[in-house]
């Protein structure tokens, strides 16, 4: 069944390799011996290895439909940021043996997948707090992300322009999806405001600057110490 093109970034499925294959690529390319432990993704499978029980690296498996246009995206923001801001608490690309900061690599099981490696950042994600942010944790949330994207100044890449169906700048596209909302109230709801989107919203955009930013931070994927 072919898959729409606007929600092909929903329906991926993340790779499930066994921890010893996934070891032993990471062994051969980069020559890193340690403890595994598998962290949550939700379009890769990744694991955490630790190095004399120090957590250290983050290794990704990207899943079958990520191309390498995305991925060369995603780290060359990375090596942006720290050029721009070192002081950033971004990861960062850590190359293989041969100097790639990713390859594909063939697993033991047959299967081939797009795989980087990242240093580790160290925290605890805000979705995973027994208690709610304080305040001034909520504050500098919200400065940690403008400093990330006023580092992103400047960045350009091919493949910045992504069609997924977060991208504001778009979203009108998505109208025809609502048919899917079996509450009638709620899909009338979700059709005015993508109506107005492309009324109003879209054109407004296509008149002002624009460039790279972290569009995603949420509790998820934000750490904190």
């Known amino acids: 069944m072919a898959v729409d093109n606007e929600i092909r970034f929903l329906v991926c499925q993340r790779p499930r390799?066994?921890?010893?294959?996934?070891?032993?690529?990471?062994?051969?390319?980069?020559?890193?011996?340690?403890?595994?432990?598998?962290?949550?993704?939700?379009?890769?499978?990744?694991?955490?290895?630790?190095?004399?029980?120090?957590?250290?690296?983050?290794?990704?498996?990207?899943?079958?439909?990520?191309?390498l246009e995305a991925i060369d995206f995603q780290l060359s923001a990375l090596d942006h940021i720290a050029s721009q801001n070192s002081g950033l608490p971004v990861p960062r690309p850590t190359p293989n043996k041969?100097?790639?900061?990713f390859f594909r690599a063939t697993?033991?099981?047959?299967?081939?997948?797009?795989?980087?490696?990242?240093?580790?950042?160290?925290?605890?994600p805000m979705s995973e707090l027994e208690v709610?942010?304080?305040?001034?944790?909520?504050?500098?949330?919200?400065?940690?992300?403008?400093?990330?994207d006023l580092a992103l100044?400047?960045?350009?890449?091919?493949?910045?322009?992504?069609?997924?169906p977060w991208n504001v700048a778009?979203?009108?596209?998505?109208l025809r999806h609502t048919r899917h909302i079996g509450d009638i109230a709620d899909r009338h709801l979700v059709e005015a405001v993508f109506s107005r989107a492309k009324t109003c919203?879209?054109?407004?955009?296509?008149?002002?600057?624009?460039?790279?930013i972290h569009q995603d931070g949420h509790s998820g994927n934000i750490l904190v110490d």
């Open 98 to 101: 041969q100097g790639l900061r």
């Open 170 to 174: 778009g979203s009108s596209r998505l």
């Open 201 to 212: 919203v879209e054109p407004a955009l296509l008149k002002l600057r624009r460039q790279v």
């Open 153 to 164: 100044r400047g960045f350009f890449h091919a493949a910045a322009e992504q069609d997924h």
């Open 132 to 148: 709610p942010c304080p305040a001034a944790t909520r504050r500098g949330i919200g400065n940690l992300l403008a400093r990330v």
């Open 17 to 67: 390799l066994d921890v010893d294959e996934v070891r032993a690529v990471v062994t051969e390319h980069y020559g890193i011996d340690g403890e595994y432990r598998s962290l949550h993704g939700e379009r890769d499978q990744n694991f955490g290895i630790s190095v004399d029980g120090e957590d250290r690296f983050v290794f990704k498996i990207s899943n079958s439909k990520e191309t």
């Open 107 to 124: 697993f033991g099981s047959g299967g081939q997948h797009f795989v980087r490696m990242l240093q580790f950042v160290p925290g605890t």
